[in-house]
């Protein structure tokens, strides 16, 4: 069973034992999670749920793990001809959600 959640603007699939990272949520690490904007289902016996946009009747939950920093992305801007050049670095939060389990109701 596996079901497409969003979270952050961005869309993840997921299943049940899987760590999902996704944009940092004000929750402490320890804490259960429940992410209810479900976009889909697909069941073990093969049915698929498509929410219009989203699954009432679904629930997934989680443990919030950890918050981290992903890897810098450097950003740059070079001008030809003048001798300039800026290098900036960015490292983006984000956090890991381990998924306990989906439920069909």
């Not at 997934?60 to 050049?85: D, M, N, S």
Request: cysteine-free.
């Amino acid at each position: 069973m596996y079901a497409i959640v969003e979270s952050g603007g961005k869309q993840y699939k997921v299943e049940a034992g899987q760590l999902l990272h996704t944009e940092k949520l004000n929750v402490a690490p320890g804490e259960t999670v429940e992410l209810d904007k479900v976009v889909m289902v697909k069941t073990d016996d093969g049915k698929v749920l498509v929410g219009q946009p989203y699954l009432t009747n679904v629930k997934v939950t989680g443990t919030v793990v950890e918050h981290a920093r992903a890897r810098k992305v450097l950003v740059g801007q070079f001008i030809p001809r003048k001798g300039h050049k800026t290098i900036k670095g960015h490292r983006q939060w984000y956090t890991t959600i381990k998924i306990e389990k989906i439920e069909v109701k």
